[in-house]
């Protein structure tokens, strides 16, 4: 099992709609969970962090996390043009030397 | 200047030649981190720098020789590079713990002919 997995998508959702990502994680010690955007061409950013169970909302970006479940989702409400992206899923690996990513989630929001 | 500044943005380099990137952060971190990206391809960790020590070296061919004079900077030396080797090189630092997330740079657009 990967340490970190998501749906490649690509996911499509209309202007206006929520979008829905997904990702599950191996390491049941994991303490903190990172939603980072890409732009085609571009380098990853910051986009969400979250630490306990429960939602953490920002803006139209809301984090959700079950750590028995072992899975975090991203919802992203109002879905614009400009969210469409690749969102990278990503946990501190066990020795928590460095960050393990998912292969991300390319969402295309539709005008 | 502030965050992480990769240098230069777009490479294009032969087989025979040796070139290096450049990585430099302005946040105060004392981590920091060479990551590849290849089309179609999960980031790739290849090396690791916490407080100017490489504690991770993940089974990277020796035609890539990092190098991190303090903490501040980090370098990426090519040579003899392969085509398959031609990818998005990102930079990241982060505060010590990667509990705390990581800045990227912008990357650098490598194409070796």
């Known amino acids: 099992q990967k340490e970190v997995e998501q749906n490649s998508g690509p996911l499509s959702v209309p202007e206006g709609a929520i979008a829905s990502l997904n990702c599950t994680y191996s390491d049941r010690g994991s303490q903190s969970f990172f939603w980072y955007r890409q732009y085609s061409g571009k380098s990853p950013e910051l986009i969400m962090s979250?630490?306990?169970?429960g939602d953490k909302e920002d803006g139209r970006f809301t984090a959700q996390l079950n750590k028995a479940s072992q899975y975090v989702s991203l919802l992203i409400r109002d879905s614009q043009p400009s969210d469409s992206a690749t969102y990278l899923c990503?946990?501190?690996?066990?020795?928590?030397?460095?960050?393990?990513f998912g292969s991300g989630t390319q969402l295309t929001v539709l005008p | 200047e502030t965050g992480v500044t990769q240098t230069p943005r777009h490479l294009v380099m032969g087989m025979t030649n040796k070139k290096s990137l450049k990585c430099e952060q302005h946040l105060g971190h004392n981590a920091m981190y060479w990551y590849k990206q290849s089309a179609k391809k999960p980031l790739e960790l290849m090396f690791v720098?916490?407080?100017?020590?490489?504690?991770e070296n993940n089974s990277v061919p020796s035609r890539f020789s990092p190098e991190c004079p303090n903490s501040s900077h980090l370098f990426l030396h090519l040579h003899t590079l392969q085509p398959e080797d031609s990818a998005l090189y990102l930079c990241?630092?982060?505060?010590?713990?990667?509990?705390?997330?990581?800045?990227f740079g912008s990357g650098t657009r490598l194409t070796v002919v």
């Open positions: 990503a946990v501190p690996s066990g020795s928590a030397r460095q960050l393990t």
């Open positions: 990241a630092s982060s505060r010590g713990s990667p509990n705390y997330g990581y800045t």
């Open positions: 720098y916490s407080l100017e020590e490489r504690v």
């Open positions: 979250i630490y306990s169970n």
